[in-house]
Each structure stands twice: as structure tokens, then as C-alpha cells.
């Protein structure tokens, strides 16, 4: 009974510790204003705790972000499954989605890349994003190398790319997406059209 107790109690306090450093990361002004220590307050939990559970900063991020990610993996899934869309459409919508987790948690994406989770290519979100989108670039008629062109569009919502062109250059989100959707339709078109894809 106490070890069933204290499992459960881990599990609040992991519960507590993610919602908790989610909402600091999410209010943030910066990914570097958020600190162990202030998760560990907001979560009422020991920073021992945090480290216990996760090891390091950079571990707890990741587990922040493979819990937001949950819910849109599951509903690229479906679509990729559902035959209702081009493999172009797919293409466009999977980076119109990660684009726009990328907007929406950029402090915490920033945060990640620079807490060693970094090489982002290292990270297991990233993996999933560019395999994803691998087996969609295959499916476009023609077009050479999916395994790159996933490289080379998923490098252009690079989140301190983001961060920089929101924050710094004053570029609206809907004015992002939009420059994303025109370069991710023009390297498909000039894809499929070049030499030797015929």
C-alpha cells in the first residue's frame, strides 16, 4: 500500500513539475528567465525532486515538450493515415503544424535548444518530425532526396529562427506561415521539376 502511495504521489509531483514549468516557459520573455528553482516553487516540490525525476534542465525540458507534443503527433497521425489530402497538402500541413507549435512555445523550444538538448537533430521530437515528413516528401512525384529536403525544411522553423524573426525582426505569425507555406511550395515545385526528376 505505501508503495502504490508513494507512486502515486510521484506521479502528481511529475504532473505537477510538467504543468508547472510549461506555464513558466509559456509566460516567459525568455527561455534563460525560467530557472530550476522557480519550476521547483510553482510545482511546490524540492528542486531534488526535479532533478531526481529528470536529471537536469535540459531532461526536464524534453518532457515538457514530448508532453505538449502528444496530442499533435496523435493528430498527424490520423492524417497521414486519412486519404483525404495530396502528399503535397501533407506536406504543407505537417510544417504549417510544427511551425506552429514553434510559435506558440518558442521560449520553451529556445529554451531547449540551447539547454543541450541541442543539436536539435539529437532530440527524440526531432526525429519523429523528420521522419514524418521524410515519408511525406516521398510520396511527391519526382521530387530527389526526401531524406534532405526534410533536413532542409524542418532548418527553416528552427526555433531561434523563429524567436528571431517574431521578436527581433517583428514578423507577425500568420505573416510566418504564410512565407512558409510560399518556400515549402516553391522547393516542391522546383523539386519535381528539376533535371533528371523527370
Known sequence: ????????????????VLAAADTLFAASSSPHSVS?????????????????R???????IAAVI?????????AAREARDSAG?????QVLD???????????????MAAAEEAGISSPYQAQHYAWWHE???????????LPNPDFAAHALLSAIRADLVVHLIGTQQMTPEALRSSLAAHVD??????SNSPGTR
Do not use: C, H, W, Y
Request: hydrophobic share 40%; net charge positive; charged share 25%.
Open 1 to 16: 500500500m505505501a508503495q502504490r502511495t508513494e507512486r502515486a504521489d510521484a506521479l502528481r509531483n511529475r504532473e505537477a
Open 54 to 60: 529528470f536529471g537536469d534542465r535540459a531532461g526536464l
Open 132 to 142: 514524418t515528413l521524410r515519408a511525406a516528401l516521398q510520396r511527391v512525384p519526382g
Open 186 to 191: 516553391t522547393v516542391l515545385t522546383t523539386g
Open 94 to 108: 505537417l510544417l504549417d503544424t510544427a511551425l506552429s507549435f514553434k510559435i506558440e512555445n518558442r521560449n520553451l
Open 66 to 74: 514530448a508532453a505538449r507534443l502528444e496530442p499533435l503527433q496523435q
Open 85 to 89: 489530402s495530396s502528399p503535397r497538402q
Open 36 to 52: 530550476m528553482d522557480d519550476i521547483a516553487t510553482a510545482a511546490g516540490v524540492g528542486k531534488g525532486t526535479l532533478f531526481r
